[in-house]
């Protein structure tokens, strides 16, 4: 009750309340499926996201498979035998 009692002695009107909702008040997709529109793009752009995260890391794997691990002497490629 402190800031109450600052704010009354100083005049002010009393704090308001956040009134803002942290729900999301887009439409859903479907009435039986608890999903709205604003998720469903957020989950749109994770998934894009995520796969050129994995295309990145095929790439790097197939370069330490194809050359890094041959030149260092840790195995041979079967195709040069």
Known sequence: MGEAKRRKSL?????QKN???KSDES???FDWLP???NQRDSLM?????ASWYGIGGLVILWVIVRFIGPAAGWWTPADSL
């Open 45 to 49: 752009k994770i998934s894009i996201k």
């Open 27 to 29: 439409p859903r997709i």
């Open 35 to 37: 999903l709205t529109i």
């Open 11 to 15: 005049g002010l009107p009393p704090k």
């Open 19 to 21: 009134t803002k909702s």
